[in-house]
């Protein structure tokens, strides 16, 4: 890639105007955040609701920003002007920092001749971006969206990524709350391999409906590139239809992945033959040497000619979480390197090391106690998957209790009332010993549960409701016994990855006093 300068962003920017500096300034990257370290970087001015980049401008340019970016509506006053000349710093006007901001990170994508994987879909984007970046290690180095910062701005932050970097692949997660963003980030990713992970009810308040919000997901398709793949789980029927309704393997690479549990064979013969199947199966559990509950399972690479099926490729996943859903996401991951013209061994090597980021099912163990911390995000569809993955624990483990921390689902409009009910109908499959609900949900998925175990001639777990969750943690903590398996999943919001490390705490206190 080109070496910056302050006259390729003049360039990049028609309407820009160079206001002092020099226009033969050399700079790595641009940045938005003040407080970072900005020597060699371009800081960029943006303005929002809440807060103006504007009034940052003198501590980006001491904190050796060599220029800074400034939208038509700021004037470069005489403290500005000194400041900006004291330390060799350039000053850039544009009509709008924003539109200024998202061409540029256009400009680093178009001179980036590398694969691009875009992730979307209402669950699972970023556990399935971490499964796809594991699978591809060893094969070249990666960019990726750092944490869950996959919204416009995220999205452009992880393309400029891409400038200066020798990067052999981008994975991109892309999240949209509001018609018509899915379009202007696909404009901008422009992926060589789409993946949709499924159409549910996260965030359906911003869509009214399903058919919605799917309109606007595979709106990504808009933006893939030439000869370009799209994967699709296999198990989720809205996608399925959208891809046999509108021919979509006659456009493009198809790539169907999923459980074989979920596996239709007649399905199959509805979609031409070049459409690549992967598919996994035959699942086991066991413990490994370190006590962990891993589970390990095949993937086959399938092609179908009317009702008779080829296995091209086949390999062994191990996986050290037991959870289903990442058995699928393992095979999405391996359908990724399928796409993308890679050897599948590797990549299943590559998954035995994969692990789960804070919130995401990660499993904690001590004594006869295990947590399972599932508490970064929710949906109904996650609530019936972690209760799952919390079954298979209590048997492996051999916990007679199973304790559950339930936080609501935001963003669910319209179906709020519907979606709580959902989870409490899926905790009454269960035998739990006490029940903590917390936030504007709790009522639906108290109710619910109750009313289904009623119907079910089940005994009840004891419940409460809290609208504070320190108040829950004192109860939580204070109630905390011997045995038992507890598991936390609720929105962001509700903070439960708190009361989760409370929890830790106090039982690494308990058994290191000998208290428990």
Not at 120 to 130: A, Y
Not at 379 to 385: C, H, R
Not at 396 to 421: F, T
Request: net charge negative; proline share 2%.
């Amino acid at each position: 890639m080109e070496t910056l300068t302050i006259a390729k962003l003049l360039e990049i920017w028609p309407d820009s105007q160079l206001i002092c500096g020099q226009a033969t300034q050399t700079f790595a990257n641009i940045k938005t955040d003040s407080r970072t370290d900005l020597h060699n970087q371009v800081f960029i001015a943006l303005k929002g609701e809440r807060f103006d980049g504007h009034d940052y401008l003198l501590p980006a340019i001491k904190r050796g920003a060599v220029a800074v970016v400034i939208d038509q509506s700021s004037k470069l006053d005489e403290k500005l002007q000194q400041t900006a000349d004291n330390h060799h710093c350039s000053v850039v006007k544009v009509t709008n920092t924003w539109a200024a901001f998202y061409k540029f990170a256009a400009f680093c994508r178009s001179e980036f001749h590398q694969p691009v994987i875009a992730v979307t879909g209402s669950v699972g984007k970023t556990s399935s971006r971490c499964m796809i970046s594991r699978s591809l290690k060893g094969q070249g180095n990666i960019v990726e969206t750092e944490y869950n910062l996959n919204n416009e701005v995220g999205i452009s932050q992880t393309l400029e990524r891409l400038h200066g970097q020798e990067a052999d692949y981008a994975i991109v997660e892309m999240g949209i709350d509001s018609i018509g963003e899915m379009a202007r980030e696909t404009a901008l990713v422009q992926p060589d391999v789409a993946i949709i992970t499924g159409i549910g009810f996260s965030h359906i308040d911003h869509f009214q409906n399903r058919q919605i919000l799917l309109r606007e997901k595979t709106s990504i398709l808009n933006g893939l590139r030439p000869d370009g793949s799209l994967l699709l789980p296999f198990n989720d029927d809205l996608l399925i239809k959208y891809a046999e309704f509108h021919k979509l393997a006659v456009h493009l690479h198809l790539y169907l992945y999923g459980l074989e549990s979920d596996f239709v064979p007649a399905k199959a013969a509805e979609f031409p033959a070049d459409v690549t199947w992967v598919i996994g199966g035959q699942r086991t559990l066991a413990e490994n040497a370190a006590g962990q509950l891993q589970q390990t399972f095949t993937v086959n690479i399938v092609h179908f000619q009317g009702d008779k099926q080829e296995i091209s490729q086949t390999t062994r996943v191990t996986l050290t979480t037991p959870a289903q859903h990442h058995a699928q996401n393992a095979c999405l991951a391996i359908a990724c390197n399928v796409a993308l013209h890679l050897p599948i061994e590797p990549a299943a090597r590559n998954l035995a090391g994969y692990k789960g980021a804070n919130g995401r099912e990660r499993i904690l163990k001590i004594a006869n106690t295990v947590l399972l911390d599932d508490s970064y995000n929710a949906a109904s569809s996650s609530f019936k998957a972690v209760l799952d993955t919390a079954e298979l624990l209590c048997r492996q483990y051999r916990l007679p209790k199973m304790v559950a921390v339930c936080g609501s689902i935001n963003e669910l409009g319209a179906y709020s009332e519907s979606e709580h009910c959902k989870v409490g109908t899926y905790l009454a499959e269960h035998n739990l010993e006490r029940i903590y609900f917390i936030g504007h949900g709790a009522y639906y998925m108290q109710a619910a549960y109750l009313t289904a175990c009623e119907d079910k001639g089940r005994k009840a777990a004891r419940c409460k409701t809290y609208r504070q969750r320190e108040d829950l943690d004192e109860d939580l903590l204070r109630e905390l016994q011997r045995d038992e398996l507890i598991f936390f999943k609720g929105s962001h919001s509700f903070a439960l990855g708190e009361s989760v490390e409370k929890v830790w705490d106090e039982l690494n206190y308990r058994v290191q006093n000998g208290k428990y």
